[in-house]
């Protein structure tokens, strides 16, 4: 079976614009009105340059040149994130080397959850060789300070963060490769967009307990990587 086309898995999110509206396309800039204003590469058998799309949940409309340019940008795992308002579509992945995650139960309370236990994860990646969806293909990457410890509490609520992560581990969500914005370095293995707290019994760096709010923001940030209550479920 032939594989699908960029093309083939934009147009799968988009219903067709027969009448584009008087707006600019947020992607290229130019009018919707008109052709694409992409000039790169990857797009020349695209349909045409004039052809504009929907998407079907959240409704914004882009040039489908644009579109194709911008997946074929990303690491190409057969979803497309909405640049305007980040509404995924299809399952998002991300591009964390190979690595270990594991879990345990520590009997320590953290500070502001002293009803209950701890829930510590750890990471592990070791360096290694950029793959092509990596910002530097074929050089090597470097991987400080791992094992990396972090903790959650064992509450109800601490748990359904555990399993989210999982599930974020899983899709390749957790980590990156670039460039750390605590030490400058590039070609790294970085955090990605899901806070993780780092710090046990202090909170020297920030990202330490007490912080009322932490669970409910990590959920969020989980959400924005398209990972919800129903993915924890599915385990
Ligand atoms: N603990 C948890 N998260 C952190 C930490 C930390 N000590 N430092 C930064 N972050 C968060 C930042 O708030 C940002 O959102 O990680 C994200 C990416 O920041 P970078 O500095 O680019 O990430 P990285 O280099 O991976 O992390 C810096 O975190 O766990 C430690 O050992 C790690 O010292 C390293 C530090
Ligand atoms: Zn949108």
Redo the contacts with the bound molecule.
Sequence with gaps: RKSKTPEDVVKRYLQKVRNPPEEDCTICMEALSGPSGYKGPGVGGVSRAESVGRLAQCGHQYHLQCLVAMYNNGNKDGSLQCPTCKTIYGVKTGNQPPGKMEYHVIPHSLPGHPDCKTIRIIYNIPPGIQGPEHPNPGKPFTA??FP?H?YLPDSEKGRKVLRLLLVAWDRRLV?SV??????G?SD????N?V?????FGSNL?G?GYPDPGYLDNVLEELKVQGITEEDGQQQ
Excluded at 195 to 199: A, P
């Design positions: 400080r300070g990396r972090c980590f670039g460039t750390s914005s605590t030490t370095e790294t293995v970085i955090w967009e806070h993780h707290k780092t710090e760096t990202h």
